[in-house]
């Protein structure tokens, strides 16, 4: 099988649930860094890739995507004949949808701009921790009933989720509150082809 190729940065938790993904597949994979932090996303070679000038991308063969959450439903339906990842039925779909859903909304705006605050010196908006706490609490008492988000199993909503979660104490967000939640990203983490995201420390 040909390696299929990431477009990346490795501070970013949209191409980390991404690589997540690929890595629990074990699927054969090739990562080109797209330095966010010198504009390379704006590039006419990155945007021919992705007019939005986001990372990450993918190119499987003939394919090219972009959007972290329709990367992580394409793989899943392409590599996963399983439907694990994502069930295949509609109740199990719907309910993986949701928490892209989540991923997408509160999951950024909240524990995800607190954190890009911090690292890239950026003002940082005083709702971003209540959403980020109201979130927590959420899942908090979600996970305190079921083991994972949308299924009695992992699935991509638990990758959606993650990264940006489990370093949210980057920006400021402690997670010292959330018993459960801390489990679940040890759950995450003790799966196998697990592959942790790097820390703004590794890369000073």
């Known amino acids: 099988m040909t390696p299929i190729h990431l ?7 949209h191409a980390h649930r991404v690589k997540l993904l690929l890595s629990m597949l074990d699927l054969p994979f ?10 390379e996303q704006r ?9 939005f000038g986001q990372v990450p991308v993918i190119q499987d063969g003939d394919i090219t995507l972009a959007d972290s959450n329709a990367i992580l439903t394409y793989l899943a339906l392409r590599y996963d004949d399983s439907g694990r990842w994502l069930p ?6 719907a309910r993986v949808q949701r928490w892209l859903s989540v991923a997408a909304g ?27 706490a109201q979130l927590f609490q959420r899942m908090e008492a979600h996970l305190a009933t079921s083991p994972y988000l949308a299924a009695e199993h992992p699935t991509i909503a638990d ?4 990264s940006y979660t489990s370093h949210a104490p980057e920006g400021g ?8 939640l801390r489990a679940w990203l040890a759950r995450i983490e003790a799966l196998p082809g697990y592959v942790s995201m790097v820390r703004q420390k590794a890369l000073a």
Not at 114 to 132: K, M, Q, S, Y
Not at 159 to 162: D, G, R, T
Request: hydrophobic residues 35%; glycine residues 10%; proline residues 11%.
């Open 159 to 162: 990758l959606a989720l993650y």
């Open 30 to 39: 090739e990562e080109q860094l797209i330095d966010v932090s010198k504009g």
């Open 7 to 13: 477009y990346q940065h490795p501070l970013s938790g």
């Open 88 to 93: 295949r039925d509609p109740v199990g779909a």
């Open 106 to 132: 509160q999951l950024v705006n909240g524990p995800g701009n607190a954190r890009i605050a911090v690292l890239f010196g950026r003002p940082r908006d005083e709702r971003c921790g209540e959403i980020a």
């Open 43 to 51: 590039h006419p070679e990155f945007l021919a890739l992705n007019p």
């Open 173 to 180: 967000v402690s997670l010292e509150p959330y018993p459960q």
